[in-house]
Every structure is written in C-alpha cells, then in structure tokens.
C-alpha cells in the first residue's frame, strides 16, 4: 500500500458487493474515505461494517453509505449532499451501479427497459451532475464510469443492456471534452466477464477475472499523473473456455 490517496474522499455506487465493494476496499487502502450507495439498506450496512473493520475511526480514512436509487435525481443530490456534511466533499467518482436485464426485445417488458437505461446510464448522468460543480470547487479529479465490453459488442438477448452500456460509453467520451480543462479526468473501464453474481443467476468461474481485477485497473487509472488521461480501458478474461 502507498497511501497515495491520503487525504482524498471517493464515492463509489453500487459499492456494496461485487465490483463496487471491491473498489471501494481498494481506494480505502490507498488512503482515501469512501462513501458508497446501494439499493438495500442491509447490503450497504453490511459493507460499510466490513469497510471499517480495521480502520481507527478516530482517524481518516473512513467509509460512510446509504441507501439510494441512482435512478432517482432526488436520491442522488441527498445523497452527495450527505458525502458533504460527513467528508467534507468528493475527490473522485466512480460510477459502478448498473442492474443486468437480459431477454429478447419481444420478451423485454417496458418496465425492464426503464430500469436498466434508468440506473445504467441516467443514473451516471445525475452523478455526473452533482459530482462535476463539486471536483471543479476542488480544483478538480476524477470520474471513472465502469462500462462493459457489451457497451461495443451487442450479443443476443442484451438489447436493454447493450443500449445502456454503448450510451455510458458516448456519454463519458462527452463529458471527458466538457471537462478536461476543468481537471477533471475521465476515463471508462469495459470489463468483459467478471466472477460476480451480476445478473438474472449467479455464475462462479475461475476463468473469469475477479472484481480485485477491476479495482486495479482503477488504481492504476487513478496513479497516472495529472498531465495524462486515460480515456478508456478494455478487459477481458486471458483464457475464456472455447
């Protein structure tokens, strides 16, 4: 461990299992108080117990959460309003909640489809809203929105997830020319399989990557000095089964 985020204060969504939570144990190593957010109250205690099971709380750093729909615009401003009394701010955003919807379009009911665009892709843009005024209060930092390498490859039975993935991609490409000059980094990740229980059923593989995978890859996003931005990172498992 460097502590080389010492001092900083990330947000993670969806930080309560899987991908997220193994972001946010990342950054809270590396020095930095963490806020994360969840759909359920009882995930999100859970995994802020586990968070600061071996931190000091009398000192920083420290992991706070809350229950929130980033589907919801209300939801998310109380909720960054709540990162700025308890830390004080944010320093650095990733956008990691996303839900998983897979059925052909004929069998995709609508509520399905709002539900997947909602969270995967408005639910990016609300963040990105509250986030941006606050990094540019602070000089700047970064967003890292996780994406999917289904946001550049469609596969039968994903159109909801397709859609929402090669959106998330535009739109980060977007928000990274708005606001380079306000120094603020953005960079996308696209993981392709990763050991998680994401989705309809749960799927165990060794020759899938594992979430620590993806927090790395953030890490190392995040190391890169000032002058560099790495704008997009693809993933995917070296050996997948033929």
Excluded at 160 to 186: C, Q, T
Excluded at 212 to 218: N, Y
């Amino acid at each position: 461990m460097s502590g080389f985020l010492q001092n900083k204060v990330a947000t993670v969504t969806g930080g309560s299992r899987g991908i997220g939570r193994a972001i946010a144990e990342a950054l809270l190593r590396e020095g930095a108080s963490i806020a994360i957010c969840g759909r359920s109250q009882t995930s999100v205690n859970e995994a802020i117990a586990r968070l600061n099971a071996h931190q000091d709380m009398r000192k920083a750093p420290r992991a706070i959460g809350a229950r929130v729909d980033v589907g919801d615009p209300e939801s998310v401003a109380d909720f960054f309003q709540l990162v700025d009394r308890q830390l004080g701010g944010i320093d650095i955003l990733v956008n990691n909640a996303g839900v998983g919807i897979f059925r052909s379009v004929a069998d995709l009911a609508v509520k399905d489809w709002q539900e997947t665009v909602d969270t995967n892709l408005s639910g990016v843009f609300y963040c990105c809203r509250e986030a941006v005024p606050r990094l540019r209060h602070r000089g700047g930092g970064a967003i890292i929105n996780i994406s999917s390498l289904a946001g550049r490859n469609a596969f039968a039975g994903g159109a909801a997830y397709n859609a929402s993935k090669f959106g998330l991609n535009g739109f980060s490409e977007a928000l990274m020319l708005d606001h380079r000059r306000d120094k603020i980094r953005v960079t996308y990740v696209m993981p392709g399989s990763v050991d998680t229980d994401f989705g309809s059923e749960p799927a165990r593989a060794s020759w899938k990557m594992a979430p620590e995978d993806v927090a790395e890859v953030v890490l190392m996003v995040l190391r890169m000095p000032d002058r560099t931005t790495v704008s997009r990172v693809e993933m995917r498992p070296s050996i997948p089964p033929k």
